[in-house]
């Protein structure tokens, strides 16, 4: 076997893969974030970066019920939600170079086929393919930014179409130099009621491929409903080949919040740290702000209910952002904030008050799509007229626009053009330059716009600044032909893109809480900095509730 040549385009950042087994969704994304954040708790610059099996170019174009939001970067890439974790748990940006796919890897090779790059070769998935994959793996790592990269592969080891991300990761551990990088590998442990206790042959099952693959783990994150016994841990190290220490132990958490501490208490950090010979780190990771935080969120004094009027409420990764964003504006303000999902299919006006009955705030989600908008203009009606306080987020703000336009202006056939493109009164309208576009992917308003709001406003207020920016996610805005005619009428346009003159906020200053805006921000809520709209909208739903 020739000598270990570490390849000449890596930096002197360290490389952590994360794989999963057994079976999806056991959380490789929180267990990354919750392994950076310790690291980043001692000191090291970290990102985390995740690659998608499938072959879509990106998650802009997949429906909510198949892959749960689309998340959107400050530099417009629309992306898996995995990132919003990686954010909400850092509170540092991430971008496009922090998410790739299968389709943006074979799109890029074969656009530099069809460029002629390489003529006269048989284009293959080893060697181009896996190279592609390689050479992003290593890009965040050659900024000089970070000294820990941590890469999450999508999918279950087994999976066909993760294999060449396997193979890339193989690739890469044999070309870098040694102790530059590790491979973690979660999976489950299940628990047999009939037989009680937990089984250990689907983790020995799931490290056998991965092996298969060419890839040995180095620690392994067992989920489990139950603590792991020390004698099923010696079995683990035995027959996946790790030692005894390397076996950790992950039980499901009351809040994914708590996960970090976990994994703190199973010293998951010291073993990567050990095997990686990281230097310059602290001897114990400060997570003062991080438990005051949990205390916080476990002790709350106040608690207040919150409508979350949408059309994927069915699935809670649909609107994951802005669930997380209610959980760090409801410590912030000491409360707990129940989150009752309402299908906006299913509202009609003779039901209306009932579904709305005891919640103390309306949040209107964004969406698109004609399904439900009636059914949220109803809702906006209802918060409207009784006072109670209202959020309404990008189509939120335009089904805010829609409902004040019918029933206050009387432009009774009001409407988006999205929804009704004869509409006589298109109060909301689509951009201009979008009106020639035919390509539905990563073609709509997005990423970061600033925005001037407008001073004493309630979201001037909230953000204790005039000037801030926003992620976007749409293609309709408010048609600016009727700005008059809805400041006369007691709406008041109270952000404005400075480039564009297009409004971004819009708020009734004489309603308690009525605030909605065209951008996304619950994108930007943090643990480190839960979002000012989200914590003065709790703290007015709190005021409600002791009306």
Known sequence: MPDRTPTPTAATAKYIFVTGGVTSSLGKGII????????????FRVTIQKFDPYINIDPGTLNPYEHGECYVTDDGAETDLDLGHYERFLN????????VTTGRIYDHVITKEREGAYLGKTVQVVPHITDEIKRRMLLL???????????????SIGDIESLPFVESVRQLRWELPENSSLVIHLTLLPYLKAA??????????SVRDLRSAGLQPDILVCRSEHPIPAEMRRKIALFCNVNINSVIESLDADSIYSVPLLMLKEHLDERVIKKLKLQGGTAQPDLETW?????????????VTIALVGKYVELPDAYKSINEAFVHAGAQNECKV??????????NPDNIAQLLHGVDGVLVAPGFGERGFEGKILAVKHVRENGIPFFGICLGMQVAVVEYARNVLGLSEASSTEMNPQTPAPVI??????????????TMRLGAYDCELRRGSKAAKAYGRNHISERHRHRYEFNNEYLKQFEEAGMVPSGINPETGLVEVVEVP????FVAGQFHPELKSTVQNPHPLFVRFVRAAIQHRKV
Do not use: C, Y
């Open 429 to 442: 309208a689509m951009m201009e330059e979008q009106k020639n576009i035919t390509q539905k992917g990563g």
């Open 141 to 155: 790592g050659q900024t000089g930014e970070f000294d820990v990269v941590i890469t999450e592969i999508g999918g």
């Open 291 to 303: 438990k005051d935080f949990l205390g916080r969120l476990k002790n709350p004094t106040e608690e």
């Open 32 to 43: 990354s974030a919750s392994l950076a954040k310790l690291l980043q708790a001692r000191g």
């Open 338 to 347: 129940t989150v009752r999902s309402i299908q906006s299919d299913h509202i």
């Open 196 to 205: 009680g206790e937990l089984k250990t042959k689907p983790t020995q099952h």
């Open 510 to 513: 004489n309603h308690p809480w």
């Open 92 to 99: 540092v940006p991430t971008s496009q170079a922090n998410n």
